[in-house]
């Protein structure tokens, strides 16, 4: 069922083109429950980050496609509930695409260093190459305690997105 929600999601974002719902990337699909109960949650985003009218839109799109395909609605059911949302602050980042809109941005990462164990790093993201020669990397600045009369010294860290175990947008005070 999760594999014809997809499918039924990848289509409505193909046809999204010149529409409200343009831009707009699937990041997961979770349905929970059973029968009349059933929940689906379509996670969604945009490089420029989601607005609420793409998200009203793709539902409204996703569930015309739903109740349309007799075979699709039985094996929901009819009384499902059907939520399209942006991850929210806090959320780790799901798929590679993410991190685009989130340059400049605080991120708590941990990634495995060369001996396999994990590293906690927070710091800013500056850079991000999806089509690296070298597989998809990401470049953060570490944030640094400053201390009293004295210039930090930092060094931007570069991390494979292959190294990272969780990467989570951190809100900045």
Do not use: W
């Amino acid at each position: 069922m999760q594999e014809r929600i997809n499918n039924c999601v990848t289509q409505v974002l193909a046809e999204s083109a010149g529409t409200r719902g343009e831009g707009a990337y699937l990041i997961d699909i979770k349905v929970k429950g059973k029968g009349s109960g059933r929940k689906i949650e379509i996670l969604m985003d945009a490089d420029d980050g989601i607005r609420i009218h793409q998200c009203a839109y793709i539902s409204r799109r996703v569930r015309e496609r739903i109740e349309g395909d007799d075979d699709l609605l039985e094996l929901v059911g009819e009384n499902f509930d059907l939520m399209v949302s942006s991850p929210g602050l806090g959320e780790p980042i799901i798929i590679p695409r993410q991190y685009i809109r989130h340059v400049g941005k605080l991120l708590q990462v941990t990634y495995a260093d060369s001996n396999g164990d994990p590293v906690e790093l927070v710091g800013h993201l500056q850079e991000v190459s999806l089509l690296d020669e070298h597989g998809a990397k990401i470049v953060i600045m570490p944030e640094q305690k400053k201390k009293k009369g004295q210039q930090p010294k930092t060094e931007a860290v570069i991390l494979y997105l292959n190294q990272v175990i969780r990467a989570i947008p951190e809100a900045e005070l």
